[in-house]
């Protein structure tokens, strides 16, 4: 476990912890929204780190057979190796040139209709899709093998291994659904006595969401066959379960206009016509539902709300992010308040802007919820934003409380 200790703003306390989770990539190795399976899912992995370069004929030219989760990471190798990158060459990994060279979306055209426009979209989606599912049978992956085997090995449960599972023989159920990393972070959170609260995040399915409420429950009752609980922790965690039923507790977000977006509470399902981006006002809710109406609202209620400690789970709204080709502006509302040092949010996902791909990659769209205006990304990267590099969280188990110690570090140092 990480012997750092979070470091304290200045000399004010520790402020309470706001973290969101992903789903898909982040916590969990599958992709039920996208028909990814976890070896899918290792694929992508593998894809996302090879690296290389366009050539003049569109083809993928691999600058170095290793894997390097992320650029920083090649940059730093190649420092100290032979190889050269052709000047004018920007470095790419191979999933991103699947993505952006051999099926982009198309530029955002008003003139053609909405249905049309997720018609082409979701074609595109799916000739990605096929590329992750045939991966492993081509010839590039075969220098990888090792590698995803590797990754493999370590999702294996806790409880198997000690039980002599092996690679060869294990089960489905043999894996794990919930990355250990994740289950780490909040153990060591537990153990320095943090403030914190968990909101997790996904545009995945329902059934991604269902099976994650299920094992954070069984974590927090201390019934979770890897993670056992003693009296004191199951005391603490009680608190963090997700109660269905319980107020504020769920809720989904709803955008159809660039400049407000619309928080659903008490409820996961989207409303027919909101697939159609009607008008909030043209909807009919329940009495349970509650809608809260503006960026600044909904941070008011996010504040709020995390002052509790109840863990809640927010359904973004995939449609409007994919009508606008993925432009990180229609993305997961991510609403921070630079002045605001009683709390300190962090947002974990693996598919993060940084440097050069804002605004277009990048799925957090980060605002200030008083004026509206978008953050600077490049500022705020490892800050606010942290993107989850699956390679390292599966490879280590202290991921997730690393990268809450250097957010708070790099955060400290802003505020000097």
Request: proline residues 3%.
């Given at each position: 476990?990480?012997?750092?200790?979070?470091?304290?703003?200045?000399?004010?306390?520790?402020?309470?912890?706001?973290?969101?989770?992903?789903?898909?990539?982040?916590?969990?190795?599958?992709?039920?929204?996208?028909?990814?399976?976890?070896?899918?899912?290792?694929?992508?992995?593998?894809?996302?780190?090879?690296?290389?370069?366009?050539?003049?004929?569109?083809?993928?030219?691999?600058?170095?057979?290793?894997?390097?989760?992320?650029?920083?990471?090649?940059?730093?190798?190649?420092?100290?190796?032979?190889?050269?990158?052709?000047?004018?060459?920007?470095?790419?990994?191979?999933?991103?040139?699947?993505?952006?060279?051999?099926?982009?979306?198309?530029?955002?055209?008003?003139?053609?209709?909405?249905?049309?426009?997720?018609?082409?979209?979701?074609?595109?989606?799916?000739?990605?899709?096929?590329?992750?599912?045939?991966?492993?049978?081509?010839?590039?992956?075969?220098?990888?093998?090792?590698?995803?085997?590797?990754?493999?090995?370590?999702?294996?449960?806790?409880?198997?291994?000690?039980?002599?599972?092996?690679?060869?023989?294990?089960?489905?159920?043999?894996?794990?659904?919930?990355?250990?990393?994740?289950?780490?972070?909040?153990?060591?959170?537990?153990?320095?006595?943090?403030?914190?609260?968990?909101?997790?995040?996904?545009?995945?399915?329902?059934?991604?969401?269902?099976?994650?409420?299920?094992?954070?429950?069984?974590?927090?009752?201390?019934?979770?066959?890897?993670?056992?609980?003693?009296?004191?922790?199951?005391?603490?965690?009680?608190?963090?379960?997700?109660?269905?039923?319980?107020?504020?507790?769920?809720?989904?977000?709803?955008?159809?206009?660039?400049?407000?977006?619309?928080?659903?509470?008490?409820?996961?399902?989207?409303?027919?016509?909101?697939?159609?981006?009607?008008?909030?006002?043209?909807?009919?809710?329940?009495?349970n539902e509650r809608v809260v109406s503006g960026f600044e609202n909904i941070y008011k209620n996010i504040i709020q709300v995390s002052k509790t400690g109840q863990t809640r789970l927010i359904r973004d709204f995939y449609?409007?992010?994919?009508?606008?080709?993925?432009?990180?502006?229609?993305?997961?509302?991510?609403?921070?308040?630079?002045?605001?040092?009683?709390?300190?949010?962090?947002?974990?996902?693996?598919?993060?802007?940084?440097?050069?791909?804002?605004?277009?990659?990048?799925?957090?769209?980060?605002?200030?919820?008083?004026?509206?205006?978008?953050?600077?990304?490049?500022?705020?990267?490892?800050?606010?934003?942290?993107?989850?590099?699956?390679?390292?969280?599966?490879?280590?188990?202290?991921?997730?409380?690393?990268?809450i110690d250097q957010a708070e570090s790099l955060k400290m140092n802003q505020l000097i």
């Amino acid at each position: 476990m990480s012997q750092q200790h979070t470091p304290q703003f200045l000399s004010s306390p520790l402020p309470r912890l706001i973290l969101h989770f992903d789903v898909n990539k982040t916590i969990i190795i599958s992709d039920e929204a996208a028909g990814k399976t976890m070896d899918d899912i290792i694929n992508q992995i593998i894809m996302s780190s090879i690296w290389g370069y366009v050539s003049d004929s569109k083809d993928f030219v691999v600058i170095e057979w290793k894997l390097f989760s992320n650029v920083k990471a090649l940059l730093e190798h190649l420092t100290s190796s032979e190889h050269q990158i052709p000047k004018g060459k920007k470095i790419i990994n191979y999933y991103d040139y699947i993505e952006k060279v051999l099926y982009p979306y198309p530029e955002h055209d008003a003139s053609v209709p909405l249905e049309e426009r997720k018609r082409i979209n979701g074609k595109i989606k799916e000739e990605r899709t096929r590329m992750v599912k045939n991966f492993s049978q081509c010839k590039m992956a075969e220098d990888f093998l090792d590698d995803i085997s590797r990754l493999k090995t370590n999702l294996i449960r806790k409880s198997s291994k000690q039980n002599g599972i092996t690679l060869e023989t294990a089960t489905p159920s043999d894996y794990v659904n919930i990355v250990p990393a994740f289950f780490e972070a909040l153990l060591e959170l537990f153990k320095r006595k943090r403030d914190f609260q968990l909101i997790i995040r996904t545009f995945g399915s329902l059934k991604d969401i269902t099976s994650v409420i299920k094992e954070i429950n069984t974590f927090c009752k201390g019934e979770h066959i890897d993670y056992p609980l003693n009296g004191e922790e199951r005391e603490f965690f009680k608190n963090k379960q997700i109660h269905m039923e319980q107020d504020h507790a769920v809720g989904y977000i709803y955008r159809n206009d660039p400049g407000t977006c619309h928080l659903i509470e008490n409820s996961l399902e989207f409303k027919p016509e909101m697939l159609q981006f009607a008008s909030i006002e043209q909807m009919i809710f329940s009495d349970n539902e509650r809608v809260v109406s503006g960026f600044e609202n909904i941070y008011k209620n996010i504040i709020q709300v995390s002052k509790t400690g109840q863990t809640r789970l927010i359904r973004d709204f995939y449609y409007w992010w994919n009508v606008n080709n993925e432009k990180t502006s229609a993305g997961k509302i991510f609403l921070v308040d630079e002045k605001d040092n009683s709390c300190f949010q962090i947002f974990f996902d693996d598919n993060v802007a940084s440097n050069s791909d804002f605004p277009i990659k990048g799925i957090l769209d980060l605002r200030n919820p008083h004026t509206g205006n978008s953050l600077d990304q490049e500022l705020y990267l490892n800050v606010h934003t942290v993107q989850s590099y699956a390679f390292d969280f599966i490879t280590n188990c202290n991921y997730y409380i690393e990268k809450i110690d250097q957010a708070e570090s790099l955060k400290m140092n802003q505020l000097i």
